[in-house]
């Protein structure tokens, strides 16, 4: 393959040298159905000309200006664009150039924060097991996945972990939601206390579940407890929707759809659908005006924070969304994927649990429905899966680990917005396929 290095050396890449709407073609000519968006990115699909368009008419204006010395009109219009739609109390936006950065800059802010306002005993964060934040050190150390973290535990700052929501798995027999929720909420509470009660920064909780547990929807109240819970003990609480936001659960904040308003929001992927490199941190008027009241800097920042091509590109897929009613098309559009998943996996002897919401939905691979025995990890069953489904022309998203970080297995689907119900029963009938033909295999 030359000189680049690779994800993963030791694999063949095919070549992708065109997009068409929803569809990757390579050097070959074949075409291949991006039902996950790659991560849960590319919303517009792969050829948006409007899009496209915006980015080439901004790089013939100022492709970059350094934000230490300018601002500039698209970094400014994106940020408008934002809070006005963000829930009430989020007024501010600092730009990066992708989720990891995003969470760092939730967690730096969050501890500055409280140094500004005079509390800097504060210096410990907690967060959920079986999470993903980013593979940036400060995000890593975050995120509960385990198999990521593992060989990198001695670079990483101490983070506690409590339960994540997380129904299939962890909801008991005779246990409501309600119940299972506030369940979840108690333990948050004795670690903050456990901890300290005036030395806990923040609380940091994907909305809906990504790439580690697969699509994990939270319980009703869940988050309305989590927020009363931070509330009372002065603890931020910062929401990681770098794969669950910007209209991927039909909502442009997942957020919107718990009746919470945290005090950060970290976003990516969907923010610039693939177009150009982008990611965010949304904050809090008071947050913001600690800082503006206290040292008046945040002590942070990158190369190309606020980068002016990245932000024209984010601005027109934002206009895009919105002018197109494309929210409400993924909520229409999910319902008809949840029927066609329930209809085809819902008494499949190896799915256990089929969950999400919107356009983003996970099927959870088990060896044994009954019993939500996993596949033994050496079958690598979500390894081979997305191989298997590479070959039969469908991008998908399965990972290993969901139980534990070691056993159980999920794949997840993220299709465009602009996915049509045909390719919708090709994403399914490919799944299903691929699912079959990977299981069969000893």
């Known amino acids: 393959m030359g000189q680049v290095f690779h994800r993963n050396p030791k694999h063949d890449y095919p070549v992708a040298v065109g997009g068409d709407g929803p569809y990757v073609i390579d050097k070959n000519g074949k075409r291949y159905l991006d039902a996950c968006c790659g991560a849960a990115v590319s919303c517009l699909g792969h050829s948006d000309h409007e899009v496209i368009d915006a980015i080439k008419k901004q790089l013939d204006r100022l492709p970059f200006a350094h934000t230490s010395f300018f601002t500039n ?33 939730a967690l730096k ?26 593979n940036t050190l400060g995000a890593l150390a975050a995120g509960g996945n385990l198999w990521r973290r593992k060989q990198f535990e001695p670079l990483l700052v101490a983070i506690s972990h409590v339960s994540p929501c997380y129904a299939y798995r962890g909801k008991q027999p005779d246990e409501s939601d309600i119940a299972y929720g506030e369940r979840l909420v108690r333990e948050l509470e004795e670690e903050i206390q456990r901890l300290g009660a005036d030395r806990v920064i923040a609380f ?34 910062i929401l990681d929707e770098v794969m669950c936001g910007m209209g991927r659960c039909g909502t442009l904040y997942a957020c919107e759809q718990e009746g919470v308003v945290p005090d950060l929001i970290c976003i990516g992927k969907g923010l610039g659908a693939g177009y150009q490199p982008i990611g965010a941190l949304l904050a809090s008027s008071r947050i913001y005006n600690a800082v503006i009241g206290g040292s008046g800097f945040f002590q942070h920042g990158h190369t190309y924070t606020g980068h002016a091509t990245a932000c024209a590109g984010a601005l027109a897929v934002q206009r ?12 229409e559009r999910g319902i008809e994927l949840e029927a066609r ?93 691929s699912i079959d033909e990977v299981v069969a295999v000893r």
């Open 341 to 433: 998943l329930r209809a085809r996996f819902g008494e499949h002897p190896h799915v256990g649990d089929i969950r999400g919401r919107g356009l983003f939905w996970a099927l959870e691979l088990v060896q044994d429905r009954g019993t939500k025995q996993p596949f033994d990890a050496k079958r690598k069953i979500n390894a081979r899966l997305k191989l298997a489904a590479l070959q039969n022309g469908l991008m998908c998203y399965p990972m290993g680990g969901t139980l534990d970080g070691v056993s159980g297995d999920h794949v997840m689907l993220a299709p465009p917005y602009i996915v049509s119900e045909a390719q919708l029963d090709e994403a399914v009938d490919k799944l299903a396929r």
């Open 204 to 237: 940091i909780a994907e909305t809906v579940g990504g790439a580690t547990l697969g699509c994990v929807t939270p319980v009703p109240g869940y988050f309305a407890g989590v927020r009363a819970v931070c509330d009372k003990y002065g603890v931020l609480l």
């Open 73 to 105: 009109e698209p970094m400014e219009q994106l940020a408008s664009e934002l809070v006005d739609s963000a829930p009430a109390g989020i007024e501010r936006v600092y730009f990066c150039s992708g989720g990891s950065e995003a969470v760092e800059a």
């Open 109 to 134: 802010l969050a501890r500055q924060y409280f140094v500004e306002i005079g509390q800097p005993q504060r210096s410990h964060v907690i967060a959920r097991g079986q999470s993903y934040h980013g």
């Open 320 to 331: 895009a969304v919105k002018s197109r009613g494309l929210l409400a098309k993924v909520r």
